[in-house]
């Protein structure tokens, strides 16, 4: 079975100016999970897409494969993640003269992961064999407890309701997740059908991960929290 590992990393940020190649305790943050996948060693290529000539020097330094340039339409701050791994996966293919069956996606942005995440993602994806898999932690807030949404006459009322419209404690909620756009799991006919343009199936799975993991960097604060706790070793990288 041919697995591909993609990392997709664009030049620009609005957010945070140049977070994928920020220095994250000495090195760029897109190393941190260049080094998890190559530890993880189960793929059977890694490659990053960007179209940044400086992530591409990173990611080849760092001992994983740049077989293209992305397309700049494929590199706007507005363009969805899954036409960039379509795109990936196809030149990819072409590339190395192999089908590959399982896509798994890292984000760069996201590096509180453990390689034994990953490994449990794709041991769940192909035991279930799901369109797609994403990682999510426990949410702090359940829509059906304690989050409202305005109506057009300026009153509130829940975002979801239940079948028991009498919940009182978060406890009693039915479980919700985030996404914390960390490890991505995608069959691979799922991900070259022009169709799909979300992680979102109708036959998804989810796999959870530990509460720290949702931290995404988005911003100089995200950066500066994820860079305290693996400095004071609150996170542990398995890595370094």
Known sequence: MNILLTIAARGGSKGLKNK???????????????????????????ICSTDSA???GIAKAEGIKVPFMRKQELATDSMGKIPVLRDALIKAEEAFGKEYEVIVDLDATAPLRRIADIDGCLKMFL????????SVTPSHRNPYF????????GYVKLVRQSDNSNIVRRQSAPMVYDMNASIYVYARDYLLDENNATAISNKSMCYV????????IDCEADFKIVEFLL??????DEIR
Not at 209 to 216: I, Q, V
């Open 127 to 134: 035991e279930k064999r799901p369109k797609t898999l994403f």
């Open 209 to 216: 991960m530990p509460e720290l993991s949702r931290l995404d």
């Open 20 to 46: 994928n190649i920020k220095p994250l305790l000495g090195v760029p943050l897109i190393s941190h999970t260049i080094r998890q996948a190559v530890e993880w060693g189960k793929a059977t290529d890694i």
């Open 231 to 236: 400095k004071e070793g609150i996170w542990k």
């Open 54 to 56: 400086e992530i591409a």
């Open 146 to 153: 304690n989050m409202v949404e305005l109506k057009d006459d």
